[in-house]
């Protein structure tokens, strides 16, 4: 075995690279030459063997606390860093989350949260790892200070640990929370919270839009035709005109269409774009009236977050994703590397704490471009006239073209 504190990265590059070529293409995959770099190590730091599901788990006691610094000075503190575990009776409904008491009281006295799960850090006996981040202080920096490992994405289980997660706050509320565009996990928050305000990630509902235009195979339409793409970025700015105006601007949105596009060969699908826009985001209009849409309006307009210099998109929760995968190195780790890595993850989040607490940026700044064009938008809001819906909507099309 190679150093120990070489990244298992650099030892199946060397290997890969090293050995003749015949050997090389018969060897497994390097995602998979990682993850048994990884496992040998676990077994040379004494982990047990993970078992196949949650069910079966047991965690040793070693793994189940984390020492933290003393912020007084003094030595380290020993505490729980299993903070909730639904135990195996709960079978393949067992959930598990990680944190510690630094985390969790900044959890519970940020009044803005952010939901994202992400996946490839996660061990093979589990789904999906759902972070919780706190806002501080209002600003644009976010903190990861809950860790929640779930075997499947069901509104039941997400409910049981968001009820979970909230005895660990001290029953406190957020006033607000931002999520993509789960159902599931809509519904067993607004259960668990009722009195939390709940909106979804910008940034998920474009990516939407664009899955939809790919499905309906308009992908190389919309990327060689600079004004289609105008026009499907024109739905997404629908997102920027005040509540009681959206349906009105989807309406003339559908009129704008049909006069620009109802001779070309693709305005079947173009329409299938904006009848899965109706139908979700709009409501579906059935005899002069429209059914609720399965995302209420309030839930994805940025009118008024974009006028107030609130975070419309998860994208600090989605690079705090990205940090966590590189500290991990590594897809799907066992489930105890899984948990030893994640403990180290959080001692770098204990650090970063305390650099806000000293007054200390940990978020990248803004570039000059960002912050002009985020000004462009604030202007083009302020002036918004209801008579000029689409050409509002043409303004703000072209500036999220930016993006």
């Given at each position: 075995m190679k150093n120990a504190a070489e990244r298992a990265i650099d030892i199946v590059s060397d290997t890969r690279t090293s050995v003749p070529i015949v050997v090389q293409q018969s060897l497994p995959e390097s995602n998979s030459l990682k993850r048994r770099v990884h496992r040998v190590r676990q077994n040379e730091n004494g982990f047990p063997e993970a078992p196949p599901n949650l069910s079966e788990l047991v965690i040793p006691p070693a793994l189940e606390n984390i020492s933290m610094r003393d912020p007084d000075g003094g030595e380290n503190i020993e505490e729980a860093f299993v903070v909730h575990d639904s135990g195996p009776e709960t079978g393949n409904r067992r959930f598990l989350i990680f944190s510690c008491a630094l985390l969790l009281q900044f959890l519970a006295t940020s009044a803005n949260w952010f939901l994202d799960a992400t996946f490839k850090t996660v061990p093979n006996l589990a789904y999906q790892l759902l972070v919780v981040h706190g806002q501080h202080n209002g600003s644009r920096t976010t903190v990861p200070c809950a860790y929640i490992l779930l075997n499947n994405k069901d509104r039941n289980i997400y409910e049981d640990a968001l009820s979970a997660l909230k005895t660990l706050v001290g029953n406190i509320s957020p006033?607000?929370?931002?999520?993509?565009?789960?159902?599931g996990l809509h519904s067993a928050f607004r259960t668990v919270f009722p009195e939390t305000d709940i909106s979804a990630c910008f940034f998920h509902l474009c990516e939407n839009i664009r899955r939809k235009i790919a499905d309906v195979g308009l992908r190389v339409a919309v990327r060689d035709n600079h004004q289609l793409a105008l026009s499907m970025a024109m739905i997404r700015a629908l997102a920027f005109v005040p509540v009681e105006h959206v349906v009105r601007g989807f309406e003339i949105l559908s009129h704008h269409f049909a006069a620009t596009y109802s001779e070309r060969a693709d305005y079947p699908a173009i329409l299938e774009v904006l009848r899965y826009f109706e139908d979700n985001y709009i409501g579906k209009k059935v005899r002069n009236r429209r059914s609720p849409p399965v995302f209420a309006l309030e839930l994805w307009n940025v009118y008024e977050q974009t006028i107030e210099s609130c975070p419309r998109t998860n994208n600090s929760v989605e690079g705090s994703h990205n940090k966590l995968h590189s500290f991990f190195?590594?897809?799907?780790?066992?489930?105890?590397?899984?948990?030893?890595?994640?403990?180290?993850?959080?001692?770098?989040?204990?650090?970063?704490?305390?650099?806000?607490?000293?007054?200390?940026?940990?978020?990248?700044?803004?570039?000059?471009?960002?912050?002009?064009?985020?000004?462009?938008?604030?202007?083009?809001?302020?002036?918004?006239?209801?008579?000029?819906?689409?050409g509002f909507l043409r303004e703000m099309a072209g500036l999220l073209a930016n993006h």
């Open positions: 006033e607000t929370v931002m999520m993509d565009f789960e159902i190195d590594c897809d799907h780790p066992s489930f105890f590397k899984f948990i030893d890595l994640l403990r180290k993850h959080v001692k770098t989040v204990e650090a970063d704490i305390y650099d806000l607490r000293a007054g200390k940026n940990i978020s990248r700044p803004l570039s000059r471009s960002w912050a002009l064009l985020e000004l462009r938008k604030m202007r083009l809001l302020e002036s918004f006239d209801s008579d000029d819906i689409l």
